[in-house]
């Protein structure tokens, strides 16, 4: 597979040997009692069996079209039944999802039809005032199958015929590309294979407890790694469990689905689980049902923690992960302090870990180092990335997440910090150079430097500094905003606030120290 980084034969004969690897596919996981609920999402209320029969219809539209084994398909789909009835179909004939998120526009996803050469581009009708369509008219794909009011194009709903058998793909394929956060100028592709990704869910499923009385509530987009296999999405159909969709992680969408379908777990990042710890004292909802709160994406202080049993009424569950691969998970049966005070261990035995100093060397034990990391579940190389990919591996295969932590004696990890140039706000990946990029295209910037600035509510904020070219007026916020959007960035890329400064400070090596920049903004 041309892109592609394998793992070496010898962890891959391993892998298999010791059972990780199991040869299943992401097509097989809707395990699910036929007669029992799979997915309740708006009016749609499917069965095991339906959802089945709904895949294999949609695959069978997909080889009609053209589309099979070995392409890849762009889906930019919201948390709908079309979301999961499109995966489901394209995995199954060995198509690779590009998993974008509803958020992203033409700069993101012209790119990933670039780079992933997309057979297709999926996507719904509009979102609010944004209209997919026009922005898919300019795209370098040749079909666009739209859910919805399709105009011009192939309607979602055409894509359906009666199922016929096809080649299935190998569990070694790469069953589905899922988007990094991203530190470089343009976002990168990661591969998962079918093997390590259902190893991946399946994993995840045991160790969160996941059983067929299980009814997950999707609030994240269903398109991010945590909301779809951690264990997520497809954690519940392989364990038999009910996937409800909430369009947001708003109380007043999630909190009434909760209630009515008696949610028993659900998966936020931060800013949501500290929205609903204060939404309870407003809303009316019975949300008694929710047995397990996993929250992950950005660090959730260990104070707001503690208060989750208390006031949500349920256990809480912090998850360290990436679509990279490797997941930390706080264990069910963990003690209070381990669960509120650390971002969780590894989930599989076969995790290795290291926590190194800028040299590369391991720091002793319980000191904050970068943690590397390689596994069954962890990614070799970003696709068709071979030059990124010198810099983010190690020579012996170790990913450098760019993250510091430090590892208690138990195994624990807790965050400490961030290596990697790049802003988490609230979970939202911001990448600085990618919006540095952005902004030195404006007419009156000459330079540009982005940091991160600590916010009670999204743990980070965007501050974009400028240096303007010579006599430049300051561009205000607004301006700036409405100049990204024109250049089709997604909304959660933009800057929240603007400084100008006349020179950059420089570390000895002469790089912008972003460090001191912050400090400048930081609040005292
Ligand atoms: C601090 N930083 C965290 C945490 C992720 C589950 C949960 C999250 C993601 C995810 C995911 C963090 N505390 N608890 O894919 O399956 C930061 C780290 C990490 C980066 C990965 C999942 N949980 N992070 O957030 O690919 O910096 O995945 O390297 O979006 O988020 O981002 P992403």
């Not at 370098?140 to 859910?147: E, L």
């Not at 195994?411 to 609230?426: A, F, M, P, S, T």
Request: net charge negative.
């Amino acid at each position: 597979m041309d892109g592609f980084t394998p793992w070496p034969a010898g962890l891959e004969a391993r892998y298999k040997a010791e059972g990780y690897w199991k040869d299943r596919l992401l097509g097989d996981v809707l395990r699910g009692d036929p007669s029992r609920t799979a997915l309740v999402a708006g009016d749609d209320r499917l069965t095991y069996a339906e959802l089945d029969a709904r895949a294999a219809r949609a695959a069978a539209g997909c080889l009609a079209l053209g589309i099979g084994r070995g392409d890849r398909v762009v889906v930019q789909l919201p948390n709908t039944a079309a979301f999961v009835v499109t995966f489901l179909a394209l995995v199954r004939i060995g198509a690779a999802p590009v998993l974008a998120l509803p958020a992203h526009r033409e700069s993101e996803i012209r790119y990933l039809c670039e780079l992933s050469e997309a057979r297709a581009y999926i996507c719904a009708d509009r979102d609010g005032d944004f209209d997919y369509r026009a922005m898919a008219r300019t795209l370098p794909v040749d079909r666009v199958i739209v859910d919805g009011d399709a105009g011009e194009f192939t309607p979602l709903a055409s894509v359906d015929a009666d199922p016929v058998e096809s080649t299935p793909p190998s569990p070694a394929d790469i069953g589905v590309f899922l988007l990094s956060g991203g530190t470089t100028g343009l976002p990168k592709l990661i591969p998962r294979t079918h093997r390590d990704y259902v190893y991946n869910l399946e994993a995840s499923a045991g160790v969160c407890g996941f059983t067929p009385a299980t009814v997950y509530l999707v609030v994240l987009p269903a398109a991010h790694n945590f909301a779809l296999a951690c264990p997520g999405i497809l954690g519940v159909f392989a364990t038999g469990g009910t996937v409800v969709l909430s369009p947001s992680g708003s109380p007043d969408e999630a909190f009434p689905l909760i209630e009515r379908e008696r949610a028993t777990v659900c998966a936020v990042v931060p800013p949501i689980a500290l929205l609903w710890l204060d939404a309870v004292s407003w809303q009316e909802e019975d949300i008694s049902s929710l047995e397990l709160l996993q929250v992950g994406g950005a660090k959730f202080a260990a104070e707001r923690a503690a208060e989750v049993p208390g006031t949500l009424g349920c256990q809480v569950q912090q998850v360290f992960g990436m679509a990279e691969g490797l997941l930390n998970y706080t264990r069910l049966d963990d003690p209070s302090d381990l669960v509120e005070q650390t971002q969780g261990r590894p989930l599989s035995p076969a995790d290795e870990i290291r926590i190194v100093d800028e040299d590369g060397e391991q720091v002793a034990p319980g000191d904050v180092g970068e943690l590397l990391t390689r596994g069954p579940y962890t990614l070799r190389g970003y696709y068709r990335a071979a030059e990124h990919n010198a810099r983010s591996f190690t020579p012996d295969g170790f990913y450098r997440t760019g993250d510091l932590v430090r590892r208690l004696p138990s195994g624990h990890l807790i965050v400490e910090g961030r290596e990697k140039d790049q802003i988490n706000r609230g979970g939202d990946k911001v990448s600085a150079e990618e919006l540095e990029n952005h902004l030195l295209a404006h007419p009156a910037v000459h330079d540009a430097a982005v940091v991160g600035v600590p916010d009670p509510m999204m743990g980070e904020r965007t501050c974009a500094f400028l240096i303007l070219r010579d006599g430049g007026k300051a561009p205000a916020l607004a301006e700036i905003k409405e100049f990204l959007r024109t250049r089709g960035l997604a909304a959660y890329k933009f800057p929240d606030r603007l400084e100008t400064a006349d020179a950059f400070p420089r570390t000895p090596v002469g790089k912008i120290s972003k460090k001191t920049l912050a400090a400048r903004v930081a609040p005292s």
